[in-house]
């Protein structure tokens, strides 16, 4: 069994800060590459930020130079840290993670269950 367990989502106002962690744990015996995607009322889900496990990141434009990510390998985390934020980051925040238990050969995705991130103006 795995899971991710997300924390740190919260209500701020435009230009402030979140940081945002997501844990994997259970039965594990790598996580590869890790990312967060964001959803939007009646919008689509997208890719926010993902991170490889040698610590290469990419970013979505519309959050290139205002978030930031980086993992801690030992823990088997993920942190996402948001500034500068804007309505438009209104959301709920999705942690993925690419993981591989004891005795599978392949690696399996997972996802988190959601934490509420809002921006007011």
């Known amino acids: 069994q795995v899971q991710l367990v997300e924390s740190g989502g919260g209500l701020v106002q435009a230009g402030g800060s979140l940081r945002l962690s997501c844990a994997a744990s259970g039965t594990i015996f790598s996580v590869n590459g890790m990312a967060w995607y964001r959803q939007a009322p009646g919008k689509e889900r997208e890719s926010v930020a993902g991170i490889t496990r040698g610590g290469s990141t990419n970013y979505a434009d519309s959050v290139k130079g205002r978030f930031t990510l980086s993992r801690d390998n030992a823990k088997n985390t993920v942190y996402l840290q948001m500034s500068s934020l804007k309505p438009e980051d209104t959301a709920v925040y999705y942690c993925?993670?690419?993981?591989?238990?004891?005795?599978?050969?392949?690696?399996?995705?997972?996802w988190g269950q959601g934490t509420q991130v809002t921006v007011s103006s």
């Open positions: 993925f993670a690419e993981v591989r238990r004891p005795g599978w050969p392949l690696y399996s995705n997972y």
